[in-house]
């Protein structure tokens, strides 16, 4: 059976940062998606249901885009109306704790664009270290899932913050409605287009 709040751990670029010297970042990338390809096909933690795994054939994804990664970010305060502890709700129609823990500001495609940060709690109320940064934008909903994709961010050594949608990817809810999903806040929703990271099959229809 699923745990309640069940997302599979996803497969981190961490993971190939030994090999920064040798991959371009278009090869890690690549090397990232395989490896996540092949987990989802075969670990026991897949979100394909396991009747569908002999017909999958890899996650569609945009083209990289290195002018989507932005790096040396602050966490701002978070300052709005809304409170800083709620219940962020799920797909499957259940609320589940979170934090705000601040906001990135930035400018991109020629916009002024802001994105709230969680911190989720677990089952037994104890919040988690890192980032959790859901997004909308103009693709949501056509070309990428309706309910949002999600950015996990740990902060750089530094303490500054890089916010890279090229690693951007679904909730596993697209894979199975049986996972419930944390659906993305009105506050961060984007004014342009993210053509980075995890898509739809250009098949797949509205979602």
Request: net charge negative; hydrophobic share 35%; with cysteine.
């Amino acid at each position: 059976m699923l745990p309640v709040f069940a997302v599979p751990e996803e497969p981190r670029m961490t993971e190939h940062h030994e090999h920064q010297h040798t991959l371009s970042y278009p090869d890690a990338i690549a090397q990232y998606r395989a490896d996540k390809d092949a987990y989802f096909k075969t670990g026991a933690g897949s979100p394909i249901p396991a009747a569908e795994r002999d017909a999958f054939e890899g996650i569609p994804y945009f083209p990289v885009d290195e002018g989507l990664i932005l790096d040396g970010l602050a966490l701002e305060p978070y300052t709005g109306d809304e409170p800083v502890r709620f219940e962020i709700p799920t797909t499957d129609g259940r609320l589940r704790p979170a934090e705000r823990a601040g906001v990135f500001r930035f400018r991109l495609l020629d916009a002024d664009c802001s994105l709230t940060a969680y911190q989720m709690a677990s089952a037994d109320g104890t919040v988690h270290d890192s980032l959790f940064v859901p997004f909308l934008d103009g693709t949501t909903g056509t070309e990428s899932y309706g309910a949002g994709r999600y950015l996990d961010l740990d902060a750089e050594e530094d303490g500054t913050w890089t916010l890279d949608f090229n690693v951007a990817y679904h909730p596993s809810c697209v894979y199975d409605p049986r996972f419930s999903c944390p659906l993305t806040p009105a506050e961060n929703r984007l004014p342009v287009r993210i053509e980075a990271g995890e898509r739809l099959a250009a098949d797949a229809g509205a979602h």
